[in-house]
């Protein structure tokens, strides 16, 4: 399969990239910030992303969304990530609506999809419990009681919990069971406190203290749960890294028109033969990394369930590719590049964070190794 675009998908991205360079442009972001903003997004702008379909990208149209894949998901993750837009999109339009949609019972996905769909209610998927990214370690747990659940845990940097209607909590069932539990915000016993991430994106921490759970907050069943969680990170992880390689050609395209003005000692700095070869190598690494994120997005597509190879190569060349943009964007751009005033530190912090996101680099390569048996 070709690692470009359809027709389809590029008219999708020129469609993405117009309306958010409009609506939400980077000095956006900086309002939210300054304004502290209760909700950290703008629900008008949310309200926008579900009258052009975006939060339905991932929902099958039966539950009226437009049942696109994870190229079309990507594809708007990408100009997002080239606008730093704050919006839920990652968290609910793509995370949850992956977890409801594979595992989901024909009442679960009536009661939410519709409104994942529209933009009505936002969910988010609650796993990590400390300063990395460890699913397999869950200290969250669900016990069997009077014909439901009983959960009782914590857990940390959940997207955008502090405005979720619905958390998809993974808690440890039995000794070797995985259970992924929807809970609506508000139940007894839920504790939810906002937290601002140095990238001016939020995220929530929150505390399950006995909340009682009916027997139909299950999603799916504790020996498929393990599955369901693995094949929804990975959908979390391919949307993050094409996030990330949309802030990294943005900092690369305003890199380059910097070093065509900028000059030194009468000279464009982009003459120097220093800034050339920096320049070429990153290009490079940005294309072959673009190309890493079509076929993940691809294998997604074609089976979500055997797709963990080519995420890790996606998601761990993303990490490095983005690191390596911002990095290279502030040295290019000199003290300025340094200076809260410029926009170049914003795509510095949100990479840092997007990084380090279901899984920094370091947790991929080694997962690509384990996957190749290493």
């Known amino acids: 399969m070709a690692l470009t675009l359809t027709d389809d998908q590029t008219a999708l ?3 993405a990239r117009d309306f958010l360079s409009e609506q939400s442009p980077v000095k956006a972001l900086r309002q939210l910030r300054d304004s502290a903003d209760a909700d950290g997004f703008s629900r008008p702008l949310w309200a926008q992303f579900a009258e052009m379909g975006y939060t339905g990208v991932l929902v099958p149209e039966a539950h009226g ?20 837009c704050a919006s839920p999109l990652l968290a609910s339009g793509i995370v949850a609506t992956t977890a409801l949609t594979l595992a989901g019972s024909a009442a679960q996905q009536a009661a939410w999809l519709p409104k994942l769909a529209t933009a009505r209610a936002i969910a988010t998927l609650a796993v990590d ?9 869950l200290a969250t747990t669900a016990r069997a009681d009077g014909g439901g659940w009983v959960l009782d845990g914590a857990k940390a940097l959940v997207l955008d919990g502090h405005v979720a209607d619905l958390f998809i909590v993974a808690a440890r069932v039995g000794d070797a069971g995985t259970g992924l539990f929807l809970v609506p915000s508000g139940m007894a016993g839920v504790q939810v406190e906002r937290t601002v991430m140095v990238d001016a994106h939020n995220a929530a921490r929150l505390q399950f203290k006995s909340v009682r759970l009916p027997a139909d907050a299950l999603l799916g069943t504790p020996e498929t749960g393990a599955a369901t969680l693995a094949a929804t990170l990975d959908a979390g992880r391919c949307a993050a890294a094409a996030e990330l390689l949309g802030l990294a050609d943005e900092v690369f395209a305003r890199t380059i028109d910097y070093i065509k003005q900028r000059k030194q000692f009468g000279k464009l700095i982009g003459e120097f033969q220093g800034l050339q070869h ?4 990153l290009y490079a690494d940005l ?5 890493a994120l079509i076929a993940a997005q691809q294998a997604l597509d074609a089976d ?7 995420i890790a190569v996606a998601k761990a060349r993303a990490g490095r590719t ?12 000199g003290g300025m590049g340094m200076t809260d005033a410029f926009e170049i530190g914003f ?17 991929h390569t080694h997962a690509f190794a384990s996957h190749v048996g290493y």
């Open 278 to 281: 920096r320049a070429a190598t």
């Open 304 to 310: 979500i369930h055997t797709a963990g190879k080519a």
């Open 287 to 291: 294309e072959i990394s673009r190309a």
């Open 65 to 84: 969304g437009l049942g696109l894949g994870h190229v079309e998901a990507g594809v708007l993750m990408d100009q997002i990530g080239r606008q730093l």
């Open 347 to 363: 795509f510095m912090k949100r990479a840092r964070v997007l990084n380090e996101l279901w899984g920094d680099q370091h947790f």
């Open 322 to 333: 983005a690191t390596t943009a911002v990095q290279e964007g502030v040295q290019m751009h």
């Open 129 to 137: 419990e400390g300063g990395k990214h460890r699913p397999q370690q």
């Open 13 to 15: 991205r020129d469609s």
